[in-house]
């Protein structure tokens, strides 16, 4: 199984990003699928996960109203739409899938390793 995420760039505070992330190969319909991201200096932090069937998320409290996630299993992707991005936002973001629930993806710490990763995309968010 192969994650392709896309969609990075940069961007002026307050403006918006849809960032991608595409599974190819066979995945399986219970796996969890999410962003983390790490800025430099900084450990990898959660951002947003959602249920394998895309009917819950669950969020980062300081993503939560500007961030939307969503999920298209006929085409094996998973979208998150930024809004009213900040400068605290500039980092790699990075896409995964695991079986683990969506809801515990939050507390995982930075040795947990997700079963798949994609290679991450860069967002800067100029002030």
């Known amino acids: 199984v192969q994650l392709q995420a896309s969609g990075g760039g940069l961007v002026q505070a307050g403006g918006s990003l849809k960032l991608s992330c595409a599974a190819s190969?066979?995945?399986?319909?219970?796996?969890?699928m999410g962003w983390f991201r790490q800025a430099p200096g900084k450990e990898r932090e959660f951002v947003a996960a959602?249920?394998?069937?895309?009917?819950?998320?669950y969020y980062t409290d300081s993503v939560k109203g500007r961030f939307t996630l969503s999920r298209d299993n006929a085409k094996n992707t998973v979208y998150l739409q930024m809004n009213s991005l900040k400068p605290e936002d500039t980092a790699v973001y990075y896409c995964?899938?695991?079986?683990?629930?969506?809801?515990?993806?939050?507390?995982?710490?930075?040795?947990?390793?997700?079963?798949?990763w994609g290679k991450g995309t860069q967002v800067t968010v100029s002030s």
């Open positions: 959602i249920r394998w069937n895309g009917e819950s998320t």
């Open positions: 190969g066979p995945t399986s319909s219970s796996y969890a």
């Open positions: 995964a899938a695991d079986p683990l629930v969506y809801s515990r993806w939050a507390q995982v710490g930075p040795e947990y390793d997700m079963d798949y």
